[in-house]
């Protein structure tokens, strides 16, 4: 079955740049989304088709997705971005995430 | 963008089932397939099944082995999930989330989601 490997936490300072991969055998071949999740919450889209922010969602929040690897890059981080980030894709029609991210502004 | 809420939840016993519903109101439901999503306590999130806007177009994740049924009944605006042979690897938040490409056959990305409900495997 098909695998998104992601890194188990992310630190960053307030205002730096917090930069989340995940890795899959040819996933630059695939949409990649991801979503955050701040805790007691539900999931939410923050970037979908690899690089495309949805309304609502600020553009300190950007993606792309290349090789075998998609990333999702927060600039000037800021507390309110603390939470836990999953990426998503698709493959033979299984829907597939992530193991999840914690993100933690310092 | 829609609204999805949850129900059907509660503590029920291994072996059992229960019926997950779904209700969604904002968009033409009847357009849009959807997706089932779970969460272990304290774990990540995992994709659960998925159903095409008419029905026809149904998928499961393999570590189901035919125990989950989805459905959608379009005059109700509702998605159901009935869940069968309950083990306690069941038990987590459930949510119901959106597809977002109208009359599509298969799944891209989740928005919105539903605020979820928990369900509880024990005995």
């Known amino acids: 079955s098909y695998e998104l490997t992601q890194p188990p936490s992310v630190s960053v300072s307030p205002g730096q740049t917090a930069t989340i991969t995940c890795s899959g055998n040819?996933?630059?071949?695939?949409?990649a989304s991801w979503y955050q999740q701040r805790p007691g919450q539900s999931p939410v889209l923050v970037i979908y088709?690899?690089?495309r922010r949805p309304s609502g969602i600020p553009e300190r929040f950007s993606g792309s997705n290349s090789g075998d690897t998609a990333t999702l890059t927060i600039s000037g981080t800021q507390a309110v971005d603390e939470g836990d980030y999953y990426c998503q894709s698709w493959d033979s029609d299984t829907g597939v995430f992530g193991g999840g991210t914690k993100l933690t502004v310092l | 963008q829609g609204h999805l809420v949850e129900s059907g939840g509660g503590v029920f016993q291994p072996g059992g089932s229960l019926r997950l519903f779904c209700e969604a109101s904002g968009f033409t439901f009847s357009s849009y397939g959807m997706n089932w999503v779970r969460q272990a306590p304290g774990k990540g999130l995992e994709w659960v099944s998925f159903?095409?806007?008419?029905?026809?177009?149904?998928f499961y994740a393999d570590s189901l082995k035919g125990r989950f049924i989805v459905s959608r009944d379009n005059s109700r605006n509702t998605l159901y999930l009935q869940m069968n042979s309950l083990r306690p690897e069941d038990t987590g938040i459930y949510y119901c989330?959106?597809?977002?490409?109208?009359?599509?056959?298969?799944?891209?990305?989740?928005?919105?989601w539903g605020e979820g409900t928990l369900v509880t495997v024990s005995s």
């Open positions: 989330a959106k597809d977002p490409t109208e009359y599509g056959s298969r799944g891209w990305w989740f928005d919105p």
């Open positions: 040819n996933l630059g071949r695939k949409y």
């Open positions: 159903i095409g806007y008419d029905g026809n177009i149904k």
């Open positions: 088709r690899d690089d």
